[in-house]
């Protein structure tokens, strides 16, 4: 579910059973300008119907930059907690958003999806 406005929601929930969520993420849109940039901030995560087994502030942010002929999306993930508990999750983070990007990547590839500037 997304609330696409300054102060909006976004929440997602995947897993491999539809009815009973692996993971649960939510948080606020705390920045939106469509096309050009999306904050989340005030995250609450949930593993297997659990919080997190340590104490952080997440936020991410996606900006996007187009030029003629192609746009350029960063992404940063910000907020782990410098202790040796958040490790396994900072590693799923991490590849998860590879795995995401890339399948992003794909689809506007094969669906030659319009650049707006």
């Known amino acids: 579910m997304v609330v696409p406005d300054e102060d909006g929601v976004f929440a997602l929930s995947w897993g491999e059973n539809p009815d009973k969520a692996d993971y649960i993420a939510a948080a606020k ?3 939106f300008k469509p096309h050009v940039k999306l904050t989340l901030s005030d995250y609450t995560y949930l ?3 659990e919080y997190l087994p340590f104490k952080a502030k997440f936020k991410v942010k996606f900006r996007i930059h187009c030029e003629t002929k192609y746009c ?3 992404l940063e993930h ?3 907690p410098k202790k040796s508990e958040a490790d396994q999750f ?3 983070c991490e590849s998860g ?3 995401n990007l890339e ?3 794909n689809l506007v590839e094969q669906e030659n999806v319009p650049v707006y500037s």
Do not use: M, T
Request: glycine share 4%; aromatic share 14%; proline share 0%.
């Open 29 to 31: 849109i705390s920045e």
């Open 47 to 49: 593993a297997d119907n």
């Open 72 to 74: 350029v999306l960063k």
């Open 78 to 80: 910000s907020g782990f």
């Open 90 to 92: 900072y590693s799923d």
């Open 97 to 99: 958003w590879e795995e």
């Open 103 to 105: 399948s992003l990547k």
